[in-house]
């Protein structure tokens, strides 16, 4: 159960974030508000990563946005989830990283993305997802490898 809890905690980060970016929770300045539009979030992309040359900035920006609705979506459903939890634990790490070196480790520990991070690596550790699309289809993978075929019952007749 604790599972699922996680896969929905994470992909609720992910796609609060997303839609931050785009505005769908106020205007850049709104209370609780971290940018409201996207063009902020590529700024904080770039104080977050002061190694990254000014052009890469903005792909960068995309590329985390994209990631994070991907896994939120594999997340959600239970597709790929072992994958999707390492994947979540690496850019969540990374992200903490990026945290520490450009606006200080009290924001990242503010931002509880260490923990976020080891969160999504535990379930990522974890041998069964229930309730997702990966447990489904292990079962329909398990009752067809049980159910004798066809020929096989054709033979037994004999």
């Known amino acids: 159960?604790?599972?699922?809890?996680?896969?929905?905690?994470?992909?609720?980060?992910?796609l609060t974030a997303v839609t931050d970016?785009?505005?769908?929770?106020?205007?850049?300045?709104?209370?609780?508000?971290a940018w409201g539009e996207f063009h902020q979030f590529a700024a904080y992309t770039?104080?977050?990563n002061p190694w990254?040359?000014?052009?890469?900035?903005?792909?960068?920006?995309w590329f985390v946005t994209g990631a994070e609705i991907i896994l939120s979506a594999a997340l959600i459903a239970g597709v790929g989830t072992r994958q999707a939890?390492?994947?979540?634990?690496?850019?969540?790490g990374l992200f903490?990283?990026?945290?520490?070196?450009?606006?200080?480790?009290k924001s990242a520990l503010n931002a509880s993305v260490f923990a976020a991070s080891a969160g999504a690596l535990a379930l990522a550790m974890t041998g069964s997802y229930r309730w997702s699309i990966d447990a489904w289809l292990a079962s329909t993978v398990r009752q067809s490898a049980a159910a004798p075929s066809a020929e096989q019952s054709d033979q037994r007749s004999d």
């Open 1 to 14: 159960m604790w599972t699922i809890y996680l896969r929905l905690a994470l992909a609720a980060g992910f």
């Open 21 to 33: 970016r785009f505005g769908l929770w106020g205007a850049p300045g709104t209370a609780n508000v």
């Open 46 to 48: 770039g104080q977050l």
């Open 52 to 61: 990254a040359p000014t052009a890469l900035i903005a792909p960068l920006a």
């Open 85 to 92: 939890a390492l994947a979540s634990g690496v850019l969540l």
């Open 96 to 105: 903490a990283l990026g945290m520490t070196v450009g606006t200080g480790l």
